[in-house]
């Protein structure tokens, strides 16, 4: 007979989960995960989520039934319903009343409830869910500040996009980049760097309490430029501007009314009586942001004669040497006049907070030293109540 020897092959033992079988050294060993047992766990955390969510609502549906079972009594002999309320009544009666307990639940049974639920998630099944959209809106509600403006910005609003070729004019040489399919592109880069130029011009304009005007007469950017002057806390144009509003402004705009404020922007009544007589000199604006230079000549001209700095929208086909501060840009697209206006609108509302900021310490950003003798002279001229010789002629 021959003896098995020590350096002989173990045989494989026929014992299930015997510690030698490698079947049993193999399964504790720890496996990295497939893509099987990940869609199998996501299917197992599904269900058990389902089955608690499943719970929750067995568990309020059975407590809602016993808050609306506690206002009942029960008695053991006549198990119909009686309202506590009315248990001492019904004893004290010889022939006690029974009434049935008001179904307040949206469903009468835990099957409906079921079945409520599953159409439920059914229904949020269907369609597409979006997640990234565009609001043409967001512009006006929250616009960027010079800070937060970016290159790729201005390229998602078609700022770069100029004029055909044909229509150019020969001043923009240096803003534009190249042409494509026979329209001027504007460089981006230029139109970043002009752009934050304006912003901080029109900072601290409103930082030293100027009066800021800001004029879009086209088609669509009413909504734009009142949000602008809104947020500068300046005024806005939106119709076709007067011609001679600063060359003849007294005329003009002389009966307007005109309102005297301390550095806290309260009104000081006192001079409102002499303010209303007209005796005053019509104000002109210190700064004046059009974003439609084409149709607006006129204003750009007036704001010349009386060297009141301009800042607009200079397109391929407009003259930059109309403005002071030119801001190559498209002036056609809304999102392009939306982008800027947004933009100088935020830089002219952190002026004023940084003008009401030096208020709160008590010093004032711009001088008020001619301020007492102005109002002092305009007092005095409204307390001799000068009449106009027609009107003393007819009362004579």
């Not at 869609?39 to 407590?63: C, M």
């Not at 004669?305 to 030119?326: E, G, K, M, Q, R």
Request: aromatic content about 6%; proline content about 8%.
């Amino acid at each position: 007979m021959l003896r098995q020897s020590k350096r002989d092959p173990k045989p494989s033992p026929g014992i299930p989960g015997h510690p030698d079988e490698p079947s049993s050294i193999l399964d504790t060993l720890p496996h990295p995960p497939t893509a099987a047992t990940r869609s199998l766990a996501k299917k197992l955390e599904a269900q058990e989520n389902s089955i608690q969510a499943l719970r929750a609502d067995v568990h309020a549906h059975t407590t809602a039934r016993i808050m609306s079972l506690d206002e009942f009594e029960f008695d053991p002999k006549h198990p119909s319903a009686v309202p506590k309320s009315t248990t001492s009544k019904t004893e004290a009666s010889s022939a006690p009343t029974t009434t049935a307990p008001p179904n307040t639940l949206p469903f009468d049974n835990l099957k409906e409830l079921n079945r409520y639920r599953r159409h439920t998630q059914q229904e949020k099944r269907r369609g597409t869910h979006l997640s990234q959209t565009y609001d043409p809106t967001t512009l006006l509600h929250r616009p960027p500040t010079a800070a937060e403006l970016t290159l790729p910005m201005l390229l998602a609003n078609q700022t770069h996009l100029g004029h055909a070729t044909s229509l150019w004019n020969p001043s923009n040489s240096s803003y534009i980049f190249g042409v494509r399919d026979g329209i001027h592109i504007i460089s981006l880069e230029v139109t970043y760097a002009y752009l934050k130029r304006a912003a901080k011009v029109v900072q601290e304009v409103a930082r030293r309490g100027g009066i800021i005007l800001f004029v879009a007469t086209r088609k669509g950017q009413e909504e734009i430029v009142v949000n602008t002057a809104k947020l500068a806390g300046g005024y806005h144009i939106f119709h076709r501007w007067v011609p001679g509003s600063l060359t003849n402004g007294q005329q003009i705009l002389g009966a307007c009314g005109v309102k005297v404020v301390d550095i806290h922007d309260r009104e000081i009544t006192q001079y409102r009586n002499a303010f209303t007589a007209g005796n005053h000199t019509v104000m002109r604006p210190d700064l004046v942001v059009c974003m439609n230079p084409l149709e607006n000549q006129v204003c750009l001209h007036e704001c010349g004669l009386f060297n009141v700095p301009t800042i607009a929208v200079i397109d391929t086909d407009a003259n930059p040497a109309w403005v002071t501060y030119p801001i190559p840009a498209n002036d056609d697209s809304l999102r392009s006049v939306a982008l800027i206006g947004g933009v100088l609108g935020q830089a002219g509302k952190e002026g004023q907070r940084l003008r009401k900021l030096e208020a709160m310490r008590g010093s004032a950003t711009y001088p008020t030293d001619h301020v007492h003798s102005t109002l002092e002279a305009i007092q005095t001229i409204a307390a001799m109540d000068v009449q106009e010789p027609e009107k003393a002629s007819e009362r004579d």
